[in-house]
């Protein structure tokens, strides 16, 4: 060890040289890597579901939740598990290390699947197992603000909306915040009355009007 000093001190301009070069080459790996603030990291993830109406979240977890958890947990590679049970309906989110074949495992999940299902009731439907893809999740979420009225507001967004998705590589753009448009319609009893109408017609022909439209010909005064 000492002779490996000795002889650092006396090539001490060598030694400074080497250092300089490996801390150059390690500033331009630095810069030429591509850094990602959201890295597309392949995490395998399913999701196992069951439907069974009109049973309580309680029944859903002891009917449906549990059998499904006692037979998911032996498939190989799983990295975490995770359950909801509500209303006539039951979920468990299943999670593997990254880097696994998600094809196999979403072989041996519907195997655990179909294992479990003597232990539910006949009732059920049959559960259904989704692939879920984490590189289809937001990436970029943008807040509009201003003193504009709502409907400005949406409509920029709209305008905004379809900018982007015209953008290479965005796949789709949500608008989130937006209300529905609502028409709200009040007859007046005495005019209903005075015309002899039926309010329950009026309103079945108020309903049967209020369907979407194909674009098409609009036939006025004889010309389309």
């Known amino acids: 060890m000492n002779a490996v000093i000795e002889a650092a001190f006396n090539r001490a301009g060598a030694v400074i040289l080497t250092l300089l070069v490996l801390s150059g080459l390690g500033l331009a790996s630095y810069i030429e890597i591509p850094k990602e603030a959201a890295p597309d990291v392949d995490i395998p993830v399913t999701y196992v579901s069951v439907s069974y109406e009109g049973i309580s979240p309680e029944d859903s977890e002891r009917l449906l939740v549990k059998p499904l958890e006692k037979h998911l947990r032996s498939v190989e590679g799983l990295d975490s598990m995770s359950s909801v049970a509500s209303e006539g309906y039951g979920a468990v989110t299943l999670e593997f290390a990254a880097g696994e074949d998600i094809d196999l495992l979403i072989a041996d999940v519907r195997q655990a699947v179909d294992e479990a299902k003597p232990d539910l009731p006949a009732e059920a439907d049959d559960p259904k197992v989704t692939e879920v893809s984490l590189s289809l999740?937001?990436?970029?979420?943008?807040?509009?603000?201003?003193?504009?009225?709502?409907?400005?507001?949406?409509?920029?967004?709209?305008?905004?909306?379809?900018?982007?998705?015209?953008l290479p590589g965005v796949l789709e753009v949500e608008i989130g915040g937006d209300r529905e448009e609502v028409l709200e319609i009040r007859l007046d009893a005495s005019a209903i009355e005075a015309y002899g109408l039926d309010p329950s017609a009026v309103i079945r022909l108020v309903s049967g009007n209020n369907q979407p439209v194909t674009p098409g010909a609009v036939a006025d005064g004889g010309r389309a």
């Open 137 to 166: 999740f937001p990436i970029l979420t943008a807040a509009l603000y201003g003193p504009v009225s709502e409907r400005e507001m949406v409509t920029a967004a709209r305008d905004i909306k379809d900018k982007l998705e015209a």
